[in-house]
Each structure stands twice: as C-alpha cells, then as structure tokens.
T-cell receptor
Framework: DTGVSQDPRHKITKRGQNVTFRCDPI?????LYWYRQTLGQGPEFLTY????????KSRLLSDRFSAERPKGSFSTLEIQRTEQGDSAMYLC???????????FGPGTRLLVL | AQKVTQAQTEISVVEKEDVTLDCVYE???????LFWYKQPPSGELVFLIR??????QNEISGRYSWNFQKSTSSFNFTITASQVVDSAVYFC?????????????FGGGTRLMVKP
C-alpha cells in the first residue's frame, strides 16, 4: 500500500502568482484533508473531502484558497494571488472513514518571495 | 471548542535517557480520539498512536509508552532509553466524534533533541 503523495515537494513563487498543489491519497481512502503548517506551529485544518464532495471549507484562509477533488481520487489546492504570508508547509492527509486515522503525505513547502 | 496544549516547546536529552512529552487537551465531547504524530526533519507527519476516550489503558510499544488520564485531560508520551533517531518534533492531536469533519486539532509541538 503506497502512502499519501504530494507534488511538488517544494515551490518558490513570486508574490501575486497563482500556485497549485496536488495530493494523491492512499488508494481507496474516501476522505482527504488539507492542512497548513507555519514555522514552529502545529498543522491547522483547512478543508476536507468525502469522495468528491467538499464538506467543509469555512476554514480556508481566504477566498484566494480553493480546493477540488473532481473524481474522488486526487485533490488539488490552489492559491491565487499569493502573498508572503502564504509561505508555509501544505499537508495532505487521507483516511478510510470519518472516524479513522489520518495518514499524512510529505507536504509541499511553499515560499512566496 | 477543542484545544490541545503542549507546554514543552523544546526538550534536550542525552542518548539513553528517558523523556516524557506532555499533552493536555480540552473538549466538550464525550467521545473523542487522541493521537501522537512524529515529524522528523524531512517534514512528513508519521502516525504513532491513537486512543479513544473510552479506553484509558496505558499502551506500550517497544521503547514508546503512552499514559492517558481523563481525570487530568492528559495524554503523555514517554520514550525510554532515547536514541538520536528519536530527534524530531512530536505533535499531540485531538478529534471529536461529534464533529462531522473529524478534523484534527494539533498542539504546538515539542521539539525533542537527543544528543549522542
């Protein structure tokens, strides 16, 4: 069973550019979560999907953030018009059910110059 | 609202010492789950353990042990005979069964440095 994978692992961009991150969950996991982790802090929940349905998005940090999971498999997280404050590690996790353990991917480190 | 506090931001020990990482949580839910994750320098969060609120039995796995006490809302983690490879940031996390999203709330983490 392969684990959660994320791409890219690192991203450097200039302020104002759009960026998109991809997450591939563990196969057959129907739940997929996105978290953000800033330096020296614990991860902070952003949004989650059950299959292709995005069931919670009120925690997305602003309307510049959006996520999709079009076929219930991989997911993308997009940040439009990036700001320096968006620099962080973006973590994806998946689980096999609502009350099941979440397993995390290696994360995407974003640096906005 | 749920909250997790890890008061120790950084701990430094010498190899072979025992070390305990503290975790205190707050929740209004009667059914909840507690977790510990390890984050090595590579950045990936590695799952270590999960306990539900109805199971207060302590658990031991090799050099790792966990002490869950509902009376003090604590879920502490002990590493016996620490090794350099244990150096990492450790996170305690909580999820509430009553929360449809089952999202995790993390503490701020404890950075453990094990020196040879």
């Amino acid at each position: 069973d392969t684990g959660v994978s994320q791409d890219p692992r690192h991203k450097i961009t200039k302020r104002g550019q759009n960026v998109t991150f991809r997450c591939d969950p563990i196969s057959e996991h129907n739940r997929l979560y996105w978290y953000r982790q800033t330096l020296g802090q614990g991860p902070e929940f952003l949004t989650y999907f059950q299959n292709e349905a995005q069931l919670e998005k009120s925690r997305l940090l602003s309307d510049r953030f959006s996520a999709e999971r079009p076929k219930g498999s991989f997911s993308t997280l997009e940040i439009q018009r990036t700001e320096q404050g968006d620099s962080a590690m973006y973590l994806c996790a998946s689980s096999s059910g609502r009350l099941e353990t979440q397993y995390f991917g290696p994360g995407t480190r974003l640096l906005v110059l | 609202a749920q909250k997790v506090t890890q008061a120790q931001t950084e701990i430094s020990v010498v190899e072979k010492e025992d070390v305990t990482l503290d975790c205190v949580y707050e929740t209004r839910d009667t059914t909840y789950y507690l977790f510990w994750y390890k984050q090595p320098p590579s950045g990936e969060l590695v799952f270590l353990i999960r306990r539900n609120s109805f199971d207060e039995q302590n658990e031991i796995s090799g050099r790792y042990s966990w002490n869950f006490q509902k009376s003090t809302s604590s879920f502490n983690f002990t590493i016996t005979a620490s090794q350099v490879v244990d150096s990492a940031v450790y996170f305690c996390a909580l999820s509430e069964a009553g929360n449809a999203g089952n999202m995790l709330t993390f503490g701020g983490g404890t950075r453990l440095m094990v020196k040879p």
